[in-house]
């Protein structure tokens, strides 16, 4: 193994949970491994699955998550199992889970947060600190509604560490997401993952979605339950059926991928994605929105030029990668799978050496939004670059 191969990537397409933990733990095993991160359909036995993992890396730090489609060496893939190892080499990783989400509170998270820190730092490689050269990845339940709180909470704590992740999905069915910790499965619940790299690393954020003129104002909102009840002072789905200048009675939201909403955040824009129109005209998004925000319609662009320059800046910054680690929403799974570029998409990403999973939502440096393309990219040794960024 040279010095360009200390994060190793598989991707197994077995219909059997413990054929895919073999086919995985054959093509990602190293020596010294400091963390293995996976990411597998739901349709798996998770018993199955959990105890073929607990088997075969035993004494290795393991996390995961369960999926709406898995990205590896395979493509874009439904009922597959991919991740990746990463070798104590380069990397020091400590990890935890967040339990009972429900119940997370703002003196609980930055306790978690503190106690990891002070873990990575006893543990890094001499003239290194939990600051230097290291990302917050977190795996979270996305059915549980609590990602903007604990993610919010987490990025507060860490303070100069980028938080990146996504929402652990079921294949779209919208049962139970589950994240994987400690040798087993967990539903609401989170897994925090403090990594700090002796090679480059950059964290990223890439969406196809462009703002149009038309804006709506949040009068009337309840955030806890993602819920709109009034945008401009009218019923909000009769208001936004208006602005949009179509019906959304009947619509398939999941396949409504060419117009959506964004909001405005320091100059920047963060998707919202619609996931129910209510008989009393509410809309629930897949994520918070407070009363007073101002929502803007967005359309979609082309998939294909915005992903390339994403990963032209990446190399800018930190060389070819040896990884890309990404978190990318189901809906663009969608939109890429009808779009006439996918197989660009899908050569782009794996020239680009890119393993990760379809999530339910996406965080960055603490926020939780929709329809994005989120990760961190780790360069080679020899590279030069900002790590952490």
């Not at 190892?85 to 509170?105: G, K, R, Y």
């Not at 930055?110 to 730092?121: C, F, G, I, W």
């Not at 294949?171 to 997401?177: G, N, P, Q, T």
């Amino acid at each position: 193994m040279n010095d360009r191969t200390r994060i190793r990537a598989a991707h197994s397409c077995a219909e059997n949970a413990q054929d895919a933990v073999r086919e995985f733990h054959r093509a990602v095993y190293q020596d010294n491994m400091a963390l293995v991160v996976f990411f597998c359909s739901a349709a798996y036995d998770s018993d199955a699955l959990a105890e073929e993992m607990n088997r075969l890396f035993r004494g290795v730090q393991v996390v995961g998550c369960t999926t709406a489609g898995e990205i590896g060496t395979a493509g874009y893939r439904d009922f597959s199992l991919s991740g990746i190892s990463f070798s104590s080499t380069d990397f020091t990783a400590v990890s935890a889970c967040i339990e009972n989400l429900q119940a997370f509170e703002t003196v609980r998270g930055h306790a978690l947060v503190d106690s990891l820190q002070r873990e990575l730092d006893s543990r890094l490689f001499p003239q290194a600190s939990a600051s230097s050269n290291c990302v917050a990845l977190q795996l979270i339940d996305g059915l549980s509604l609590r990602e903007e709180a604990v993610s919010r909470v987490l990025q507060s704590a860490l303070g100069r560490i980028p938080l990146v992740g996504g929402s652990a999905a079921d294949s779209l069915s919208m049962k139970k997401s589950r994240v994987y910790s400690g040798g087993r499965f967990h539903d609401d619940a989170s897994v925090l993952i403090l990594l700090a790299s002796r090679v480059p690393c950059t964290v990223f954020r890439t969406h196809h979605l462009e703002p149009m003129p038309e804006r709506l104002v949040v009068t009337e909102a309840d955030p806890a339950r993602r819920t709109v009840l009034e945008l401009n002072g009218r019923p909000a789905a009769g208001e936004l059926s208006r602005v949009l200048g179509q019906s959304l009675e009947g619509a398939d939201l999941w396949h409504m991928l060419d117009r959506t909403i964004i909001v405005l955040i320091n100059g920047e824009s963060y998707v919202r994605a619609l996931n129910a129109i209510h008989p009393d005209q509410s809309l629930t998004f897949f994520c918070a929105i407070e009363k007073g925000t101002v929502l803007r319609i967005a359309r979609s662009a082309d998939l294909l030029p915005k992903l390339e320059r994403a990963f032209a800046d990446i190399r800018a910054k930190v060389g070819a990668p040896q990884c890309v680690l990404g978190f990318d929403c189901s809906h663009r799974k969608l939109a890429i799978m009808r779009s006439p570029e996918r197989e660009k998409i899908a050569a782009l990403m794996l020239e680009n050496r890119t393993t990760g999973f379809c999530t339910y939502g996406e965080q960055y440096r603490g926020l939780h939004m929709n329809q994005t393309f989120v990760g961190v990219a780790f360069g080679s040794s020899n590279a030069s670059g900002e790590g952490g960024q």
